[in-house]
């Protein structure tokens, strides 16, 4: 939920929290060791999300200032933002990005002080789906900017692809908090990094830089700053030109579902897609488009396979509300 420890001159306005120091100050508990909400949440609400649609792909901005501090209802405005692009037909694929210098420095400063002055804080059975950007039939790719940690490294991890600014930093920062690993990134780094790696990350909650984490593969590729969202956005315009958005729909049930499949089931799943897929409109486009050397022109995806559900999703999440 929080950002890095770290002693390094251009992080440490961070180094109080996840939070730059004015921000957590301004709002942080009113009275010293009294909680400053004692009948609501003890998150902040405020901040927004931008949307812009041009050419088949949506960049997504959290926009919370300072360093797009992580809170609840910033979530329900992305999740739901999510869920809008998914069935917009207009939408191929998506980028996700911070407004400002920081992608998302983890959970609200001000709001972790609330936490702590109240002495406990129960989480709610029906918070959205943080997962979400998984189970979108669309390829979403993260241009990751400046400062990236703890639930904002787990939002980047849910992304399909991802892009790192030359000046980004990545820190998983909940052991330097007192804090768990969350939202299931003890499931999901390990796959990403492999296992050595992730206990690291996990375990000393160091600063990772943009060109270690492009070595360890917990980025895919690193752009200059000032070219980081065009590089991000330039990539997801050829997905949405260039590829199916069926077939990479599919393709994306068949990655997250075959994770935690044994491999007889993979490959009868494969072939009962690829059945459908030899039958496809989508497919005979693709195999004229080649011959006769054009770009393909593929139908959009139908919205109502623009959604799909991960194994065991539904009993977690009942289990959860029990």
């Given at each position: 939920?929080?950002?890095?420890e770290?002693?390094?001159?251009?992080?440490?306005?961070?180094?109080?929290?996840?939070?730059?120091?004015?921000?957590?100050?301004?709002?942080?508990?009113?009275?010293?060791?009294?909680a400053?909400?004692?009948?609501?949440?003890?998150?902040?609400?405020?901040?927004?999300?931008?949307?812009?649609?041009?050419?088949?792909?949506?960049?997504?901005?959290?926009?919370?200032?300072?360093?797009?501090?992580?809170?609840?209802?910033?979530?329900?405005?992305?999740?739901?933002?999510?869920?809008?692009?998914?069935?917009?037909?207009?939408?191929?694929?998506?980028?996700v990005?911070?407004?400002?210098?920081?992608?998302?420095?983890?959970?609200?400063?001000?709001?972790?002080d609330?936490?702590?002055?109240?002495?406990?804080y129960?989480?709610?059975?029906?918070?959205?789906?943080?997962?979400?950007?998984?189970?979108?039939?669309?390829?979403?790719?993260?241009?990751?900017?400046?400062a990236?940690?703890?639930?904002?490294?787990?939002?980047?991890?849910?992304?399909?692809?991802?892009?790192?600014?030359?000046?980004?930093?990545?820190?998983?920062?909940?052991?330097?908090?007192?804090?768990?690993?969350?939202l299931?990134m003890?499931?999901?780094?390990?796959?990403?990094?492999?296992?050595?790696v992730?206990?690291?990350?996990?375990?000393?909650?160091?600063?990772?830089?943009?060109?270690?984490?492009?070595?360890?593969?917990?980025?895919?590729?690193?752009?200059?700053?000032?070219?980081?969202?065009?590089?991000?956005?330039?990539?997801?315009?050829?997905?949405?030109?260039?590829?199916?958005?069926?077939?990479?729909?599919?393709?994306?049930?068949?990655?997250?579902?075959?994770?935690?499949?044994?491999?007889?089931?993979?490959?009868?799943?494969?072939?009962?897609?690829?059945?459908?897929?030899?039958?496809?409109?989508?497919?005979a486009?693709?195999?004229?488009?080649?011959?006769?050397?054009?770009?393909?022109?593929?139908?959009?995806?139908?919205?109502?396979?623009?959604?799909?559900?991960?194994?065991?999703a539904?009993?977690?999440?009942?289990?959860?509300s029990?």
């Amino acid at each position: 939920m929080t950002g890095p420890e770290t002693t390094a001159p251009e992080e440490a306005a961070i180094a109080a929290g996840s939070m730059p120091p004015e921000a957590t100050t301004s709002r942080a508990a009113g009275a010293a060791g009294a909680a400053p909400f004692p009948s609501r949440s003890p998150w902040a609400e405020d901040g927004t999300v931008g949307v812009e649609v041009a050419g088949g792909v949506a960049t997504v901005s959290l926009d919370r200032p300072p360093g797009n501090g992580w809170t609840p209802g910033l979530g329900r405005e992305f999740f739901a933002a999510l869920d809008r692009l998914a069935a917009d037909p207009e939408v191929r694929a998506l980028v996700v990005t911070g407004t400002g210098p920081d992608f998302c420095v983890g959970a609200d400063g001000g709001s972790l002080d609330n936490i702590t002055n109240a002495g406990s804080y129960e989480i709610d059975a029906a918070r959205p789906t943080y997962w979400a950007a998984m189970t979108i039939a669309k390829p979403v790719v993260a241009a990751v900017n400046g400062a990236c940690f703890g639930v904002g490294l787990q939002l980047a991890l849910f992304c399909d692809v991802r892009f790192a600014g030359s000046s980004a930093k990545f820190a998983t920062a909940f052991v330097r908090r007192g804090l768990i690993a969350e939202l299931g990134m003890t499931w999901l780094l390990p796959r990403i990094v492999g296992l050595g790696v992730a206990n690291d990350l996990l375990l000393s909650g160091r600063l990772v830089r943009a060109a270690e984490a492009e070595r360890l593969g917990l980025v895919n590729r690193v752009a200059e700053d000032t070219g980081l969202l065009a590089a991000a956005q330039e990539y997801a315009a050829g997905l949405a030109a260039r590829c199916s958005p069926a077939a990479m729909g599919v393709v994306k049930r068949q990655t997250y579902t075959d994770l935690t499949s044994t491999l007889p089931a993979a490959v009868a799943r494969g072939d009962a897609y690829l059945e459908a897929a030899l039958a496809s409109a989508d497919f005979a486009e693709g195999v004229r488009s080649w011959r006769e050397r054009r770009q393909p022109v593929f139908g959009g995806l139908d919205p109502a396979h623009a959604r799909f559900t991960l194994p065991d999703a539904d009993d977690a999440r009942q289990a959860a509300s029990r």
